[in-house]
Every structure is written in C-alpha cells, then in structure tokens.
C-alpha cells in the first residue's frame, strides 16, 4: 500500500512538473507582450527555458520578439524606480536573445529599425536606424539625454528663437547605429563597431535605446 501511495506522489510530481514546464514560459510570454503594447501597437513574444523554473529569475534558453509600430518609454522615463534592471540586466540571462523591433517611437525618437541579437552569453550585437528633430529633443528635454552631441537647433546655441533656429529645429536628424553592446553587472557600454546622429557619435543614446527595449523585456520585476 505504501508503495502505491509513493508511485502516486511522484506520478504527482512528474504531471505537476510538466504542466508548470508548459505554463511557465506562456505566462512570461504573456507578460512581456503586455509590457510591450501597453502604449500600443502589437509584439509577438516566443521564450524557451528549461528548466521553465529559470523564468522566474529572469534566465532561460531563449528568448525572441518581433513588434511593430510600439510605444516604449525611453530608459528613466517610464522606469524611474531604483527596482528597475540596469542596462540589458533583463536579458542577461538568457542564452540567445532575437529582438527586431520597426515602425516604434521612444522618447524624441522615431525608430524605423530596431535589432538587439546574442548568440550564447557572448556580447550583444546591435543596429538601429532612427530619426528626430532638435525641436523633438528640445521638448524632451535635453537634459534627460545624457552624452548628445552639439547637434544645431538645441536650446543654448541661440538657434531656435529665431526663423532660421526653426527651420534647423524642424529638420530630421538621422540616428545610425551599429555596435556591439557589452553587459556587465547591470552596467552597460559599447564595445566595436560605430553610430551617429547627425553626423556625431551616438554611442550613449544607442545604450539608453537599447536598455529601454530590455526593461519591457523583464519576466518578473
């Protein structure tokens, strides 16, 4: 009798196991889809892990999204908590990371492509092609972007009070990025590779880009 009390108990076990195994990684999926459409637009989300226990500390095999036409606050503008992750904290531990994002704003930007990949727990590889104006900047709030190059039109070049500070102000500014990304306890900074926006290097507002991707990115804050 009390062996069959114990191949039932374990039998318990197993089915509890294998269903958690199969929620798991729906539930996460779940979660960041939410967390991605929130202002709008759509995501799809896909994440393996095994054991799906790894989730819960935000780790696992995989994970890959593709979005469209999104609206994601730019990093310390809708994350402001001390809780939130640094850098690409919410993907690190992940062992492949597949992210294309296109068609999405976030903060003054207006992004048309978006890629973030890493294959193993090597370094991140990433490149985005984006766009915005000094007077798209100058209503963000300079301040708030750490590391901008003297792009003409911003506020203290005595540009935008005037007619010709205007038509600078409205002018579209490109952002070209192609780097590598190297993640290190929650710090973030770029390794090879370049970027530049209107013509000046944008390593900086490529980190705060790509760091604002991961935080819609946590399973479990």
């Given at each position: 009798m009390l062996a069959l009390v114990l191949i039932a108990l374990v039998l318990l076990a197993i089915l509890?196991?294998?269903?958690?195994?199969?929620?798991?990684?729906?539930?996460?999926?779940?979660r960041v889809r939410r967390r991605l459409t929130e202002g709008g637009g759509i995501a799809e989300v896909s994440i393996r892990s095994f054991p799906a226990s790894r989730l819960l500390h935000n780790a696992g095999d995989r994970i890959e999204v593709r979005g469209r036409s999104l609206r994601i606050g730019l990093a310390g503008e809708s994350f402001p908590t001390a809780e939130s992750p640094a850098g690409l904290a919410a993907l690190d531990g992940f062992t492949d990371v597949d992210i294309e994002l296109v068609d999405f704003s976030t903060g003054p930007f207006a992004?048309?492509?978006?890629?973030?990949?890493?294959?193993?727990?090597?370094t991140y590889?990433?490149?985005?092609?984006?766009?915005?104006?000094?007077?798209?900047?100058?209503?963000?709030?300079?301040?708030?972007?750490?590391?901008?190059?003297?792009?003409?039109?911003?506020?203290?070049?005595?540009?935008?009070?005037?007619?010709?500070?205007?038509?600078?102000?409205?002018?579209?500014?490109?952002?070209?990025?192609?780097i590598e990304l190297i993640s290190?306890?929650?710090?973030?900074?770029?390794?090879?590779?370049?970027?530049?926006?209107?013509?000046?290097?944008?390593?900086p507002l490529a980190t705060m880009i790509a760091a604002s991707v991961a935080r819609r990115l946590e399973i479990v804050p």
């Open positions: 509890a196991a294998g269903c958690a195994q199969l929620a798991i990684p729906r539930i996460a999926e779940g992004v048309a492509a978006f890629v973030l990949t890493r294959v193993g727990h090597g590889a990433m490149a985005t092609q984006a766009t915005t104006t000094a007077a798209e900047i100058a209503r963000f709030g300079v301040e708030r972007l750490p590391g901008l190059p003297p792009i003409p039109g911003l506020p203290g070049l005595g540009l935008l009070g005037s007619a010709a500070g205007q038509a600078i102000g409205g002018r579209a500014i490109t952002v070209a990025v192609q290190e306890q929650g710090r973030l900074r770029v390794g090879s590779g370049g970027g530049t926006i209107g013509g000046f290097p944008a390593g």
